[in-house]
């Protein structure tokens, strides 16, 4: 069955510092990726998402995503962090025919001034 | 351009009263629906989705129900609530390329 894991609940980054959150999947075939990022009380917002092509992503608001199909990973990257980065992020992997998503249970991301 | 509404943004509710929270989809025909509840350190379970009027596919099983009597809206329902079903739902649509864009979500707190 597909799954995804985030094995970190929560990072503590200082501002201006890089990031990296891990995300592994577990998926038969070639993966569809994906990270989410959740401010307090709101919905969703995409980041990134790795349909083929090149494994390097760019996504929005700096971050980017390398897939390593060795690793069956897809971890998230940002040079340097801004206090406005503090979220939860969720790495999904899309499945089945009907286009649903699983996703990965978040990891909380905390920022030191 | 799609916009997805979801009402209402925080709700307290007594056990054993009902529920329904709706969701609406502005834009787009035929999309995929989905519903998904987030509780503390769990992350995102889904809960049911759907790929057109009537046709509801359920994950879990659960006191909640969905419906989707329209093209663009999704409603999500109880006939009883329970303390456990206390969460934040979020509902979700896409064009079944996986492209999902997430509602702003409910607070529910049953009490």
């Known amino acids: 069955a597909q799954s995804v894991t985030q094995p970190d609940i929560h990072i503590t980054v200082s501002e201006g510092a890089s990031l990296e959150l891990r995300c592994n999947y577990s998926?038969?075939?070639?993966?569809?990726l994906f990270w989410y990022v959740q401010s307090p009380g709101q919905g969703l917002q995409l980041l990134l998402k790795y349909f083929s092509g090149d494994t390097l992503v760019q996504g929005i608001k700096g971050f980017e995503a390398e897939f390593k199909r060795s690793q069956s990973s897809f971890n998230l990257r940002k040079p340097s962090v801004h206090w406005s980065d503090a979220a939860e992020y969720f790495c999904a992997v899309g499945a089945g025919s009907q286009g649903n998503l699983i996703f990965g249970k978040g990891t909380k991301l905390s920022v030191k001034p | 351009s799609q916009t997805i509404h979801q009402w209402p943004a925080t709700l307290v509710q007594p056990v054993g009263s009902p529920l329904s929270l709706e969701c609406t989809v502005e834009g787009t025909s035929n999309p995929n629906l989905y519903w998904y509840r987030q509780a503390a350190g769990r992350g995102l379970q889904l809960l049911f989705y759907s790929v057109g009027i009537g046709q509801i596919s359920s994950e879990v099983p659960q006191n909640l129900s969905a419906s989707r009597p329209q093209d663009r809206q999704f409603i999500l329902s109880s006939k009883k609530l329970l303390l456990s079903d206390s969460g934040f739902y979020l509902c979700?649509?896409?064009?079944?390329?996986?492209?999902?864009?997430f509602g702003s979500g409910t607070r529910l707190t049953v009490v």
């Open positions: 998926y038969g075939a070639t993966p569809y």
């Open positions: 979700a649509w896409s064009s079944g390329d996986y492209g999902y864009t």
